[in-house]
């Protein structure tokens, strides 16, 4: 089973959160892979068989530690929210004794992972197919961060914090 | 161990490739799941707790088949080029026999799925939280096809292919 889930982290531990409930979250230690990927384009070749993609990955492995110290568990879950929105923690109401209850927040040490990475241009610059005068490169794929949507249920004029406001337009997952 | 790949479908099935030494491609017909997610964008609300992310996901389950007929493998891979690179299977030096022999194309059946989507606002407009007086809503990811960089290789003045040239700036994933 590979979820679809967001992260924080330090510089030694992973940290992964979801619903007490969630079936997902309830391996107990069993050993997990945890795959990040940023996809920054594709690479166009001169044949199909050298076309690839660009792009940044790691694969963590280890065994989650389920968090349930309240200081460890804040601090993660502060690390989490503020890697995804910078700033929201103090921002937003934090989370209440309740809602820590229902949150399970994993922790898995950053000790052994394996980090790939393609960047450039296609490899076949140097092959016969060369001589065939096709174009070839990459194709850049960028994310950005659109304009802030405001709840349709919000009081007129509520004003975008800064910290929102200042990410429109910006480049997500620079290296 | 979950890797990341890129992949192309039909109606029926999944088409996953990589090459004949790659070890995660050697599992035979053993269980796997193949996990597709687009993020669309972070979900703020008015409490740290409510905080969601957007994102179209697809989780499909099935036991991969080894796809050794020629025509097949063809097909598969000219879905899985067209998926990413739509027009670069007739542009680029199709596969040659050696290549064909040197690439592992996996098929799963798209009978077992699950498939998630968050989209809109935050939850909490009706909460207690609302009285806060704070900014909710979504701050949307858009991921977009950049210029063509052309390989440095190339002899100056090789014309980009209309059909790449047409990708720079149009958004990517779209629903």
């Known amino acids: 089973m590979v979820v679809p889930t967001s992260y924080g982290f330090d510089e030694a531990t992973l940290y992964l959160h979801g619903s007490v409930a969630s079936r997902s979250l309830q391996g107990g230690q069993a050993p997990v892979c945890v795959t990040i990927t940023l996809v920054d384009g594709l690479v166009l070749a001169r044949s199909v068989f050298e076309h690839a993609v660009n792009y940044r990955s790691a694969m963590i492995y280890g065994a989650p530690r389920p968090v349930t110290d309240r200081d460890e568990k804040l601090r993660g879950l502060r690390l ?89 337009g910006t480049t997500a997952f620079c290296p």
Do not use: C, F, M, N
């Open 80 to 168: 989490l929210s503020e890697h995804l929105a910078p700033g929201q923690w103090d921002y937003a109401r934090q989370p209440s004794r309740k809602e820590l209850a229902k949150t399970t927040l994993l922790a898995i040490a950053l000790d052994e992972a394996s980090v790939k990475v393609r960047a450039g241009p296609p490899d076949d610059a140097d092959s016969p197919d060369a001589a065939l005068g096709l174009w070839a490169g990459e194709l850049p794929l960028v994310s950005t961060w659109g304009r802030p949507v405001p709840d349709p249920a919000l009081p007129p004029g509520t004003a975008v914090p800064p910290h929102v406001a200042a990410r429109a």
